[in-house]
């Protein structure tokens, strides 16, 4: 899903975690969500405690960041920590 996702597959929306942010569209269907008709959270009632909602943010339902570069493939743990090691 992140290797594939597109401009077009990002969700901006509040639902999650009570304010907006970007979230991947395949992960919502996921959740058995529509992302085409998600409603608006109510801030009146943002709670950060336990939550009884079945999509989770994070755990379900994946967040898109700010930059967006399309992905060729995916690159290993050990070819990460490789690229960032200080010589």
């Known amino acids: 899903m992140i290797i594939d996702n597109r401009t077009e597959d990002i969700v901006y929306t509040s639902l999650f975690a009570g304010v907006h942010g970007n979230y991947l569209k395949g992960s919502i269907v996921n959740a058995g969500l529509d992302p085409e008709n998600l409603p608006e959270s109510d801030k009146t009632k943002m709670d950060f405690g336990a939550s009884s909602a079945k999509a989770k943010a994070w755990r379900d339902v994946w967040g898109r960041g700010r930059g967006r570069r399309r992905?060729?493939?995916?690159?290993?743990?050990?070819?990460?920590?490789?690229?960032?090691?200080?010589?």
């Open 71 to 87: 992905r060729r493939h995916v690159k290993s743990s050990r070819a990460c920590a490789q690229s960032t090691r200080v010589r």
